[in-house]
T-cell receptor
Framework: QQQVKQSPQSLIVQKGGISIINCAYE??????FPWYQQFPGKGPALLIA?????SEKKEGRFTISFNKSAKQFSLHIMDSQPGDSATYFC?????????????FGTGTKLQVIP | EAGVAQSPRYKIIEKRQSVAFWCNPI?????LYWYQQILGQGPKLLIQ????????DSQLPKDRFSAERLKGVDSTLKIQPAKLEDSAVYLC?????????????FGEGSRLTVL
C-alpha cells in the first residue's frame, strides 16, 4: 500500500518534444506528491510538487497533472531540452507518527536527443 | 547555504568487511534520512531521525546495518559485515521539520562497491 508505481522505466524524446512520466499510488493517506530530478553522480533534487487539492501545477516547462479519483499523477516536460536528460523520480508523502514518510517511485531515465 | 555533506564519495571493500558513511545535514534541519539507492531503482528509506531520535528504521537490516545521529546533527551509517547486495549509493537527506511539505534535501551520496 506504500508503493508508488512509475512508468516508463526509460524515455527518449526529441528536442522540443513533450516528455510524459506517469505514477500511480494506492494509499489515500498520501498528501504531498513531489517530483525529483537526479543527474548522474548527484543526489535527487526537488523539481516540482503538488498537493491533492489541486489538479494541476505548472512551473515553467514542467507541469504536474493530478487525478485524485484515479490515484494517478504525471509529470509533463514541455519543449524538452538536452539539459533535461536525467532520471526523474515521483514520490508520495504521508503523515506518519507525527512525521512525514516519503516513498519513491522506481525512476524514469529521460534522454532528450538533439 | 551549505548543502548536505557526505563522505566518502566512493568506497570499495571486500565482502564481510565493514564500512562507515558520514553525513552532515543542512544547519538547523531536524530530520535526517538515510536512503539506499541500488542501480536502476528508486531510493529506499533505511532510517529516519528526528533530532537524535529514531522515528523509522523498519527497513534497516539491523543484523548488519547501524546508524546514529549524535547531538541531533551529524550522522553515521555503518555496515558490518558487508554483503555483495549492499553495493549501492547511500544517500543522506535532511528536511527542516517534522511535517510540512516533505521536501528532502539530498547529499551527493556515497557509492559503495562490495567485491
Amino acid at each position: 500500500q506504500q508503493q508508488v508505481k512509475q512508468s516508463p522505466q526509460s524515455l527518449i524524446v526529441q528536442k522540443g518534444g513533450i516528455s510524459i512520466i506517469n505514477c500511480a499510488y494506492e494509499n489515500t493517506a498520501f498528501d504531498y506528491f513531489p517530483w525529483y530530478q537526479q543527474f548522474p553522480g548527484k543526489g535527487p533534487a526537488l523539481l516540482i510538487a503538488i498537493r491533492p487539492d489541486v489538479s494541476e501545477k505548472k512551473e515553467g516547462r514542467f507541469t504536474i497533472s493530478f487525478n485524485k479519483s484515479a490515484k494517478q499523477f504525471s509529470l509533463h516536460i514541455m519543449d524538452s531540452q538536452p539539459g533535461d536528460s536525467a532520471t526523474y523520480f515521483c514520490a508520495a508523502s504521508t503523515p506518519w507518527g507525527g512525521y512525514q514518510k516519503v516513498t519513491f517511485g522506481t525512476g524514469t531515465k529521460l534522454q532528450v536527443i538533439p | 547555504e551549505a548543502g548536505v555533506a557526505q563522505s566518502p564519495r566512493y568506497k570499495i571493500i571486500e565482502k564481510r568487511q565493514s564500512v562507515a558513511f558520514w553525513c552532515n545535514p543542512i544547519s538547523g534541519h531536524a530530520t535526517l534520512y538515510w536512503y539506499q539507492q541500488i542501480l536502476g531503482q528508486g531510493p529506499k528509506l533505511l532510517i529516519q531521525f528526528q533530532n537524535n531520535g529514531v522515528v523509522d528504521d523498519s527497513q534497516l537490516p539491523k543484523d548488519r546495518f547501524s546508524a546514529e545521529r549524535l547531538k541531533g546533527v551529524d550522522s553515521t551509517l555503518k555496515i558490518q559485515p558487508a554483503k555483495l547486495e549492499d553495493s549501492a549509493v547511500y544517500l543522506c537527506a535532511s528536511s527542516p521539520g517534522t511535517s510540512g511539505d516533505g521536501e528532502l534535501f539530498f547529499g551527493e551520496g556515497s557509492r559503495l562497491t562490495v567485491l
